[in-house]
C-alpha cells in the first residue's frame, strides 16, 4: 500500500489542482457547443427524429410526426391535450397528467420510452398499458407469443408496433404538453453518491448506515427526507441515531442515542437540458441533540452553507460537486469538497440501470494545526425493482491520508423515491 502523507500546504495544493481540474471540465461542457449524452442519445435527437419524418416528394410515404402517431394511438386513452381525462372516466384509473408540470418534468425520456416499448409492466405499472415498441429480441417475441397464445405469431407480435424513431417522435411530442421552464428535466436528476449532495430537488426517503470495519466502533444510521417545494426549491429533515464505542481510561464502553437533528432547504438556481447542467444553494443547521459527552454531537448548533453542482457527460457518464462549509456556533470550521464521477449501464435496451461512481473527499479543518484529510468512496448504485424508484448503494470508505490512525468504513443506502409510488409498488 502506498502511504499518502499530506501536509496542510501539499493538500491545499491538491485541492486547488482538483477545484480547477473539475471547474474547468464543468466551463468546458457549458459550452454551446457541447450536446450532452441522455442516457444514451443526446438532447437533440428528438428534434432530428421530428426532421427525419419528412421526406422528399416522389419517396416513401411520409412517416408520421409525433403528434399523428399520439392522436392515433394514446389520445384514446390519454386524451388529445395529454391530461388523461378519457382514461380516467373509461378505465377508472389514474393516468399521468402530461401537462403537470411537477410530473413530466422529473421524468426522464428513458423512462417514457420504456413504458411506451414495453407497456405498463416494464416500469411496474398497470397492464392496461399495452406494449407498442418493436421487439427487441426474440425472447421478448415468445413472452408476447405466450401471453397471445394460438392468436399471436412473431408477424402479428411485429406488426403495427413502433420503431425507436416513432417512439422518440411521441415523446418529443409529450414535452410540448407541459410549457413551464422553471421545472428541471429527470436527466439532470443524477445518481446520487453516498456523500456527496444532489444539486436535483427531490421527493425521496433515505435510510444511510456508515460503520467503521477497524479501529473503534462505530455506527451511523441516518435517514434523510426531502420534499421538493415548487419547481426548484426543496426542503428536508435529517435524524441520526448513533452507536459508539468509547475509550474511557482504557476501557472502552458503548453510547446510542439520537444526533444532532437537522433540517435544509436547496434552491437549484440554475439548469440548462441542452448544456446538461444544474446548479443549486443550500444549507442545512444542525440542533445539538445529541449528547456531546459521550460522542454523540457536536454540542453546539452548526451552520452548513452548500454549493451543489452536476454535469452530463458523454457516454452517459457524469461528475458532481459539492463545496461545503461546517460552521458551529462553538469552535473550529471545516470546508469540505465532495466530488463524485460515475457512468450509468444498462444491459438492455429499456432495463435497469447500474452505476458505479468513485467519491473524492477533501476536508479542511480551518481551526486545528493538524493535517487535512482525503478519503476514496468507490461504490456503485442498483435499482431492486422495475420502476427503479428504489435503489441501494454498496461502498467502502478508504481514508487516503492518516490511514494509520483513521478507520476504514463501509456505507450502504436504501432510497425511495415516493413520488414514483409506494415502496412496495413496481416489483
Not at 34 to 54: F, H, I, K, Q, T
Not at 175 to 181: H, Q, V
Not at 323 to 328: H, N, S, V
Not at 420 to 426: A, I
Amino acid at each position: 500500500m502506498i502511504r499518502l502523507s499530506l501536509q496542510h500546504k501539499s493538500f491545499h495544493g491538491f485541492i486547488a489542482f482538483l477545484l480547477t481540474l473539475s471547474m474547468t471540465a464543468y466551463t468546458v461542457a457549458m459550452a454551446d457547443d457541447v450536446a450532452p449524452v441522455e442516457n444514451g442519445s443526446a438532447p437533440r435527437a428528438l428534434e432530428e427524429a421530428d426532421e427525419a419524418a419528412s421526406v422528399e416528394d416522389g419517396g416513401p410515404p411520409r412517416a408520421l410526426g409525433g403528434k399523428e402517431i399520439f392522436e392515433t394511438r394514446c389520445a384514446a386513452c390519454h386524451g388529445v391535450d395529454g391530461r388523461g381525462d378519457p382514461g380516467r372516466q373509461l378505465l377508472k384509473l389514474e393516468p399521468p397528467n402530461f401537462a403537470d408540470c411537477s410530473f413530466a418534468s422529473r421524468e426522464p425520456d428513458s423512462d417514457f420510452a420504456a413504458v411506451i416499448h414495453g407497456g405498463g409492466p416494464a416500469r411496474g405499472f398497470s397492464v392496461l398499458m399495452p406494449a407498442h415498441g418493436v421487439p427487441s429480441s426474440q425472447a421478448e417475441i415468445d413472452q408476447i407469443n405466450a401471453q397471445l397464445g394460438d392468436a399471436g405469431d412473431s408477424k402479428t407480435v411485429i406488426s403495427g408496433r413502433l420503431s425507436d424513431a416513432e417512439i422518440a417522435r411521441v415523446i418529443s411530442h409529450l414535452r410540448t404538453f407541459c410549457t413551464d421552464a422553471r421545472w428541471p428535466r429527470g436527466e439532470l436528476n443524477l445518481p446520487r453518491p453516498l456523500l456527496t449532495e444532489k444539486a436535483f430537488p427531490e421527493d425521496e426517503a433515505v435510510l444511510t448506515t456508515i460503520a467503521n470495519v477497524n479501529r473503534n466502533g462505530n455506527v451511523v444510521n441516518q435517514l434523510l427526507v426531502e420534499k421538493r417545494i415548487g419547481a426548484r426549491g426543496m426542503v428536508e429533515f435529517e435524524m441520526p441515531v448513533i452507536v459508539r464505542e468509547v475509550d474511557e481510561g482504557g476501557n472502552s464502553s458503548w453510547h446510542s442515542g439520537i444526533g444532532d437533528i437537522a433540517i435544509g432547504a436547496k434552491y437549484a438556481f440554475y439548469h440548462s437540458l441542452e448544456r446538461g447542467s444544474i446548479v443549486s444553494l443550500g444549507g442545512e443547521v444542525k440542533f445539538p441533540t445529541g449528547d456531546d459527552d459521550k460522542g454523540l454531537g457536536k454540542g453546539s448548533v452548526v451552520f452548513e452553507p452548500y454549493l451543489a453542482a452536476a454535469q452530463m457527460l458523454p457516454w452517459d457518464s457524469f461528475i458532481q460537486l459539492q463545496f461545503l462549509g461546517e460552521i458551529p456556533t462553538s469552535g473550529g470550521s471545516e470546508v469540505y469538497l465532495r466530488s463524485a464521477v460515475g457512468k450509468t449501464f444498462t444491459f438492455t435496451p429499456h432495463g435497469r440501470a447500474w452505476t458505479p461512481m468513485l467519491e473524492v473527499i477533501g476536508v479542511i479543518d480551518l481551526g486545528s494545526s493538524t493535517e487535512a484529510n482525503l478519503d476514496i468512496v468507490p461504490q456503485i448504485q442498483i435499482p431492486l425493482n422495475r420502476r427503479q424508484h428504489v435503489r441501494l448503494n454498496v461502498g467502502v470508505w478508504i481514508p487516503a491520508t492518516r490511514h494509520d490512525s483513521r478507520a476504514t468504513r463501509v456505507g450502504a443506502y436504501l432510497l425511495w423515491d415516493w413520488y414514483d409510488g409506494g415502496f412496495f409498488e413496481g416489483w
